[in-house]
């Protein structure tokens, strides 16, 4: 059994999500030191099926982290997708909209895997399985953490706590009540996602309005798509077979998506609630909020992971600026320069939602009300390219 240790770094990073592994892998390229602390085993990250498409910005930061290389190597480039709303698909060509902007499907596992390993080969500290951990004195300039690892308590003294640990994470759990604004909506629906290793049923993606509920045909790689159905908050799991899936999809798509649909056994299921949340603000004295534990969107968007990594560009210039120039601007503009960014994508993530959903306490009503907004959006260019550029995301430096 090992004993007790104090160990001293510059950053102390909780969860090894995207935020916190992009995060080490950015400050290690600056000569930063940071020890990452994950309460899960790699294997159990890893297993994790979530995002799948990133903005330029995220694979900006890929590349700027060392780690782009299989990205774009795997990756798929996509210039556009569909919106099928009255059994009518209609193009976004995001590409030409933007000025030649485009999106790359390439899943959050391989994300996390290549910053994974890259963290590995360079033989930096993480601690997988880490317990109970808690963070101390962030309000003065030598912030501790504690954790545990097998029964043993280990100490780390830092200069900064990054609270990369997610929504039911325990760093903005620890900051007093009376410091933070938390802004909240639930819907009153849940994503049915499933995985399994079938040809996508278009080489774009499909984001589908159609009276049985929101669908979206999305996709991993040229060999594994990923789907998702707008289901009821008291579905259960175990209610819903694989072909009670593809039967379901089938509906909600139109003759040529019905023709063209490849099903298969799926290799994961799950149903995930949606959420918008945001806390306000994001520092607090040496501690900082990135990534899902500051804020959380509905998925309709595409932002969560993208939002992280820019949450991390942010936080990664602001403690270099700290270390190597020994100015505090950046780290004293982290959490505005983030909100602003955060609450555009936020907006943009529930806009979406509401446009494509059916919510049950609508009427009929509402469901012409979308109808004709998608009428307007799809055929006029203004439109398309307030959604195309909403998508592929706005630019760092917007509006500044
Ligand atoms: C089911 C699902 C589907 C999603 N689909 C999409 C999508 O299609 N598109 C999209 O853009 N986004 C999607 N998202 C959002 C996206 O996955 C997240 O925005 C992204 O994972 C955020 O990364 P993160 O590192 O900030 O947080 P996380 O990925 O949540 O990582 C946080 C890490 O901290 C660890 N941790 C938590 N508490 C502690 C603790 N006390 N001590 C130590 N470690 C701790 C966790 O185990 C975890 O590994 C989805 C999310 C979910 C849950």
């Known amino acids: 059994m090992t004993n007790p240790s104090t160990t001293r770094t510059q950053v102390a990073i909780i969860g090894a999500g995207p935020s916190g592994l992009l995060l080490g892998q950015l400050l290690h ?8 602390l994950e309460r899960q085993t790699g294997e159990y990250v890893l297993g994790r099926i979530r995002a799948g498409v990133l903005e330029q910005v995220c694979i900006d930061l890929m590349d700027e982290a060392g780690v782009g290389e299989r990205m774009h190597k795997e990756g798929l480039v996509h210039g556009g997708f569909e919106m099928l709303y009255h059994g009518k698909r209609h193009r976004i060509d995001m590409n030409a909209l933007t000025g030649g902007k485009n999106v790359m499907v390439y899943g959050q596992t391989e994300v996390t895997r290549d910053l994974m390993e890259a963290r590995e080969a360079a033989g930096l500290p993480t601690v997988y399985e880490a317990h109970n951990v808690s963070i101390h004195d962030f309000d003065s ?26 929504f039911h994470g325990v760093c903005r ?73 593809w039967q379901e999809l089938r509906l909600r798509l139109d003759d040529e998506g019905r ?42 968007g595409a932002k969560g992971l993208n939002l992280a990594a820019t949450d991390v560009k942010y936080l990664s210039s602001a403690i270099i600026e700290f270390f190597d120039e020994k100015s505090e601007a950046g780290i004293d503009s982290y959490s ?30 509402v469901s012409k009300f979308q109808e004709a907004e998608l009428d307007y959006l799809l055929n006029s260019e203004a439109g398309s390219r307030s959604i195309a550029e909403n998508y592929v995301g706005l630019p760092l430096n917007f509006g500044e």
């Open 259 to 300: 023709e063209k649909l490849v099903t298969g056994p799926s290799i994961e299921k799950s149903i995930a609630p949606l959420r918008s949340f945001v806390t306000e603000p994001l520092r607090f004295g040496r501690l900082f909020l990135a990534g899902d534990a500051g804020h959380i969107v509905p998925p309709t």
């Open 173 to 245: 759990a620890s900051v007093p009540r009376n410091a933070i604004t938390e802004y909240e909506k639930v819907y009153p629906f849940g994503w049915l996602g499933l995985l399994s290793d079938t040809p996508p049923v278009s080489d774009e993606l499909i984001y589908v309005n159609s009276p049985r509920g929101f669908a979206l045909c999305s996709q991993r790689s040229k060999t594994r798509s990923r789907y998702y159905l707008q289901v009821p908050l008291t579905d259960r799991i175990e209610e819903w077979t694989d072909e009670a899936f």
């Open 29 to 36: 390229k600056a000569g930063i030191d940071a020890i990452i």
């Open 336 to 365: 505005q320069r983030c909100l602003r960014r955060i609450w555009k994508a936020e907006r943009f993530s529930w806009w979406f939602t509401a446009l494509m959903h059916r919510f049950p306490e609508d009427g009929p009503i």
């Open 141 to 166: 300039t030598r912030p501790r953490v504690k954790y545990e690892k097998d029964g043993v308590e280990h100490t780390i003294e830092c200069d900064f706590i990054a609270g990369c640990d997610g």
